[in-house]
């Protein structure tokens, strides 16, 4: 049996290289695997031949594998290894030789075994200065062709900036034309359309117009842009119908026989009209469309107001409508057009309005009652269900489930037209003016009690509200009085702290006269606060009084005080008409019959009343004086 050699080696754990005084061990870190080939590869000795060599066997001799003698793992790395030192030293010997030198030549120069063949050196033919010149020439050509090619496409942006059109030009400007309004194409021409009706208008004047490609030419002499260029032209040329070129607009005044009260414009341009040759197209089919529209609106209007049966009849003459809002306020409504080069004309004559006049509110109402009449054609029943039968509100179909009476039936197919629904704005825009004026006329006439007015911003075009506050100067603890205004169309509603609830007509002078009465009763209801808290007694009040002169308007509130003591009065009289006077009496008085009468208790009678004087005290409101007097009245022995 062979012998097989074994390799005796240490236990694979890491070496101790020092132990601390405390009897820690510091070992040697392991390997890494560089490290653990290198110190394999130094135990094989190259110099010796193997006698471990693996015999080779048959694949049939399955049962003589098990005592086969096992393969040496180095041994590829080995045999590898020794290829390569065999090339090495076939170099060496090689290099050995070609650097050795075996004698000289009959010219002096060395021999050699061995000559390593390099780089052959061939002598180049001297150039002619010809074909240099045209080698560059070509050289040179194809940097020429491109620096040529981007001074041609220089010069031709140069050129379109300058007015020189490219035929691409057309075609962009019409895809944009598309992007905005609807275009066909009708035989060689492009027609356009520039009418409400996918949106629900039924106005029956037409609204095409046409584009074609403008000319090619271009004006030199047209006005430039501050950069110096010349203004281009569009490559579009739109030619719109006679009756819709020019500027329209429609123009709304409430007035009082010649009083303009308020005015608003729909579709108001400033300054004169272009002409239409040199209106951008964009520009020019805004402005066409919008002449279409205020013909559209004012012809709705003239319609209605033809049919609607007022108290008191509405007027179209030409182009205006004339509706009746108050019986001596009218609401007047005029179509203003003027063609191209005409400048704005007026067709009631007049001025156009100035912007202070201006009501946001009624021309923005203009512009959404149309809108709303235009969209309800298109989807008249609003959300319903697919199964339900067209042109039949939700409340008509449950009518009949609901059993509703006659008068809900006609309510229900009643409809408020366009110039109902503005002559009921116009009428809140007059009586939230007169509200407004006796506001602020009354807050700048009486500056005792004070009046602040503040209107609410959550408001409808028919209706609006104001919360009045009226207060004393320095005693806004003691009294306040607020009522809170409901501005109507036909109606104000007022609404007292106490929870009363008046109602007043359009005219001013009723509001002016109950808050005149509110003044009076405030003052009075301030004078009994005040005695409360200077401990005086409050012996009789009234806001109805029936003595002193007869007023105009209301009746005249007042009071009657007494001290502590009870030997001093004062009586407080106020007027609707802001005229308060303060009267004193004292106890007993010294005029007292003891010889008729005698019962003592009628010595405690005052005497006869006399007017205070209150212009010369200190004071900046009746409560101020009326404290002072008090303060001084209750000391007095």
């Excluded at 032209?233 to 409430?254: H, N, R, W």
């Excluded at 579709?267 to 040759?277: D, E, P, R, Y």
């Excluded at 509405?314 to 306020?329: N, Y």
């Excluded at 503040?454 to 005693?475: D, F, Q, R």
Aim: with cysteine.
């Amino acid at each position: 049996m062979a012998t097989i050699p074994v390799r005796i080696e240490p236990p694979g754990e890491n070496t101790v290289l020092e132990v601390t005084y405390d009897g820690q061990e510091i070992s040697q870190p392991p390997l890494t695997m560089s490290e653990n080939l290198a110190k394999q590869a130094r135990k094989i000795d190259f110099s010796q031949e193997s006698d471990m060599e693996v015999e080779e066997q048959d694949a049939d001799q399955d049962d003589m594998k098990s005592f086969s003698q096992p393969v040496w793992p180095w041994e590829s790395v080995r045999n590898k290894l020794r290829d390569a030192l065999t090339e090495l030293c076939v170099a060496s010997d090689v290099l050995t030789i070609a650097t050795k030198e075996c004698g000289k030549d009959p010219g002096g120069n060395p021999k050699r075994y061995m000559v390593l063949d390099g780089p052959v050196q061939v002598d180049h033919p001297e150039q002619k200065p010809f074909v240099q010149l045209l080698a560059m020439k070509k050289a040179l050509e194809v940097p020429s062709k491109i620096l040529i090619q981007g001074a041609e496409h220089l010069k031709n942006l140069q050129n379109e900036n300058k007015g020189v059109r490219s035929p691409e030009d057309f075609h962009i400007e019409l895809l944009r034309l598309r992007q905005n309004w609807r275009l066909k194409k009708v035989g060689n021409s492009i027609l356009g359309d520039l009418s409400y009706r996918t949106a629900g208008s039924q106005f029956k004047q037409s609204g095409m117009f046409e584009v074609t490609k403008a000319d090619d030419t271009v004006d030199t002499n047209q006005s430039q842009v501050p950069g110096g260029m010349p203004k281009i032209s569009s490559a579009l040329k739109v030619t719109v119908p006679s009756e819709l070129e020019g500027i329209a607009y429609i123009q709304v005044m409430i007035q009082r026989d010649n009083e303009q009260l308020v005015s608003a414009t729909l579709g108001q341009f400033t300054g004169l009209a272009q002409n239409s040759t040199d209106m951008h197209w964009k520009n020019k089919l805004e402005a066409a469309q919008n002449v279409l529209f205020c013909k559209e609106l004012f012809n709705q209007l003239a319609r209605e107001a033809v049919e609607l049966q007022a108290p008191i009849p509405h007027m179209v003459v030409g182009s205006q409508i004339i509706a009746s809002v108050f019986p001596d306020i009218q609401l007047t409504i005029s179509l203003c057009h003027s063609a191209a080069g005409e400048g704005k004309k007026n067709s009631s004559g007049s001025a156009p309005p100035s912007r202070n006049d201006h009501s946001d509110v009624l021309e923005h109402s203009l512009f959404q009652l149309l809108r709303k009449v235009q969209a309800s054609n298109i989807n008249p029943d609003g959300p319903s269900l697919s199964s339900a039968p067209i042109g039949i509100s939700r409340k008509r179909r449950a009518a009949g489930p609901e059993a509703a009476d006659r008068h809900s039936l006609l309510e229900m197919s009643s409809s408020e037209t366009l110039l109902e629904q503005i002559v009921r704005q116009a009428q809140h825009v007059v009586l939230r003016l007169r509200t407004i004026y006796v506001l602020d006329t009354l807050a700048r006439e009486y500056k005792d009690p004070l009046i602040t007015s503040h209107w609410s911003t959550l408001s409808s075009p028919t209706c609006s509200s104001v919360k009045v506050s009226i207060v004393s100067a320095g005693y806004e603890a003691i009294i306040k009085t607020q009522l809170v205004i409901h501005v109507g169309e036909k109606m104000q509603r007022v609404i007292c702290k106490d929870g009363r609830v008046l109602n007043f007509s359009y005219e001013p002078q009723e509001l002016r006269d109950f808050i005149l009465c509110q003044l009076a009763q405030h003052q009075i209801s301030g004078v009994q606060m005040l005695s409360k808290v200077m401990g005086w007694q409050v012996l009789s009040a009234s806001s109805f009084l029936g003595n002193g002169a007869v007023e105009p308007f209301g009746s005249a509130a007042g009071c009657l005080l007494a001290n502590a003591q009870g030997n001093r009065f004062l009586a407080v009289r106020h007027s609707p008409q802001s005229y308060y006077s303060v009267y004193m009496a004292q106890a007993p008085h010294s005029d007292a019959l003891s010889s008729v009468i005698e019962d003592k208790k009628w010595e405690n009678l005052p005497s006869a009343f006399r007017e205070v004087k209150l212009d010369k005290m200190e004071g900046k409101n009746l409560l101020g004086k009326v404290e002072l007097l008090m303060a001084a009245l209750s000391t007095t022995p």
